[in-house]
């Protein structure tokens, strides 16, 4: 079992920079893949980043080369950097965890981010 913790999320201005956390407790952290979603109102839950537990990582097309997902497995953390932040990427972000061969199953309550024009 894994609990995860999001922090980091605030409100930002377009083309400003933040950067997420999440602290990971129980067993196994640097065995499981690890991922960030994310939902904007009245839209579906959308993949973000995912870093397998070797950090081979994968990007959403409309973050590739402003976000970079990375991982601590020392401390148990998983972070999103993200660059040149545009309106749309405001949303509700959630870190999630698989454990080896699963699927995304363990949800983090989600961080807020907002992006002003």
């Known amino acids: 079992q894994v609990q995860l913790v999001e922090s980091g999320g605030g409100l930002v201005q377009a083309g400003g920079s933040l950067r997420l956390s999440c602290a990971a407790s129980?067993?196994?952290?640097?065995?499981?893949?690890m991922g960030w979603f994310r939902q904007a109102p009245e839209k579906e839950r959308e993949f973000v980043a995912a870093?397998?537990?070797?950090?081979?990582?994968r990007y959403a097309g409309s973050v590739k080369g402003r976000f970079t997902i990375s991982r601590d497995n020392a401390k148990n953390t998983l972070y999103l950097q993200m660059n040149s932040l545009k309106p749309e990427d405001t949303a509700v972000y959630y870190c999630?965890?698989?454990?080896?061969?699963?699927?995304?199953?363990?949800w983090g309550q989600g961080t807020q981010v907002t992006v002003s024009s």
């Open positions: 870093a397998s537990w070797s950090d081979n990582t």
């Open positions: 999630t965890a698989a454990r080896p061969g699963g699927r995304f199953e363990y």
């Open positions: 129980g067993r196994g952290f640097g065995t499981y893949a």
